[in-house]
């Protein structure tokens, strides 16, 4: 089993929809959640991190840490094209940084 | 937010040559960095831990001796590819470690582009 799980989709939602893009853990040690943007041929792009469980919201971006459930989301509102994009979330202990595979999202005009 | 500069951006070498790709960080202090690679479709995959001062920590199944990764001062890790071969054409990322009162967040290079023909 990996330690961050997260389905590689793709994702294909109408624009203006509300996204859900997910990622499960089995390590408990984890602290230090983040979400990156990737588009096709660019370094990721830090979007959002969180420390402690509960939702931290950023414009159209909300980030949910749920400890107890070792799971976390992050919701797009209003869903653009230009999100469209692969989204991996990333989690920190003590330096040591694990990766999901990422989510890759499409966003239909 | 904070920056990680990385150059070149994209870079074509012959075979059998080396080449050199900078990571630098423009605005804080970077005890460690990471490099990483990235096939096309496929996710990141970390090849080394770079240590200000010290020896990189590879990957299991990274040739330490052909990317071999120096990171001089705190703002700057180097990554060169020696006796480039085709199959190391990828995508080469880089990233340095932010420390903060409540974690370490991670920022990333632009990437670079690596051609070997």
């Known amino acids: 089993q990996k330690e961050v799980e997260q389905d590689p989709g793709p994702l294909s939602v109408p624009e203006g929809a509300i996204v859900s893009l997910n990622c499960t853990y089995s390590?408990?040690?984890?602290?230090?959640f983040m979400w990156y943007r990737q588009y096709s041929r660019k370094g990721p792009e830090l979007l959002m991190y969180?420390?402690s469980s509960g939702n931290k919201e950023d414009g159209r971006f909300t980030a949910q840490v749920d400890k107890s459930s070792k799971y976390i989301s992050l919701f797009i509102r209003d869903s653009q094209p230009s999100d469209s994009a692969t989204y991996l979330c990333?989690?920190?202990?003590?330096?040591?940084?694990?990766w999901g595979a990422g989510t890759k999202l499409i966003i239909k005009p | 937010g904070a920056v990680v500069s990385q150059h070149p951006s994209w870079v074509i070498c012959k075979s059998g040559t080396s080449v050199k790709i900078e990571c630098r960080s423009l605005?804080?202090?970077?005890?460690?960095m990471f490099w990483y690679r990235q096939f096309p479709k496929q996710s990141l995959m970390l090849m080394a831990t770079?240590?200000?001062?010290?020896?990189?920590?590879?990957e299991q199944g990274v040739e330490k001796d052909k990317f071999l990764i120096n990171h001089a001062s705190l703002t700057l890790s180097t990554l060169t590819v020696t006796s480039a071969h085709p199959e190391d054409s990828s995508f080469y990322i880089c990233?340095?470690?932010?420390?903060?009162?409540?974690?370490?967040?991670?920022?990333f290079g632009e990437g670079s582009w690596l051609t070997v023909v």
């Open positions: 969180t420390y």
């Open positions: 605005d804080f202090q970077a005890t460690t």
């Open positions: 990233s340095a470690s932010h420390p903060t009162d409540s974690g370490n967040t991670i920022y």
């Open positions: 390590n408990s040690a984890f602290q230090y």
């Open positions: 770079s240590n200000e001062g010290s020896k990189a920590t590879y």
């Open positions: 990333a989690m920190d202990s003590n330096y040591q940084l694990i």
